[in-house]
Nanobody, 122 residues
Framework: QVQLVESGGGLVQAGGSLGLSCAVS????????MGWFRQAPGKEREFVAA????????VYADSVKGRFTISRDNAKNTMYLQMNSLKPEDTAVYYC???????????????WGQGTQVTVSS
């Protein structure tokens, strides 16, 4: 069984920074493909970023490329999302997700956290 718990959300002004963490309970964290998604009010959940099992390869949504950085620490069973130059349109509930499978594919995630709210004020 895989369990995920996000932390680090909050309120920040536009242009500011915020870091999210995702603590994972799993027998083989290093075998899990990991990703971040977000859902804004009235919108569908969208892909934000994902990274490979080792963390050496990453992929980002165009809307966050150059501003967000995804990473993982396999020794700590934790994934991170560093968000810089935040914009009001980044306001959403952010979810971490995991799956056993192709890390480069943006679908197929089987395990989800409960979500953490990020609010960016203008």
């Amino acid at each position: 069984q895989v369990q995920l718990v996000e932390s680090g959300g909050g309120l920040v002004q536009a242009g500011g920074s915020l870091g999210l963490s995702c603590a994972v309970s799993a027998r083989t964290f290093s075998s899990l493909a990991m990703g971040w998604f977000r859902q804004a009010p009235g919108k569908e959940r969208e892909f934000v970023a994902a990274l490979s099992w080792s963390g050496g390869s990453t992929v980002y949504a165009d809307s966050v490329k150059g501003r967000f950085t995804i990473s993982r620490d396999n020794a700590k069973n934790t994934m991170y999302l560093q968000m810089n130059s935040l914009k009001p349109e980044d306001t959403a509930v952010y979810y971490c997700a995991a799956k056993y499978g192709s890390w480069w594919q943006r679908t197929g995630y089987a395990y989800w956290g409960q979500g953490t709210q990020v609010t960016v004020s203008s």
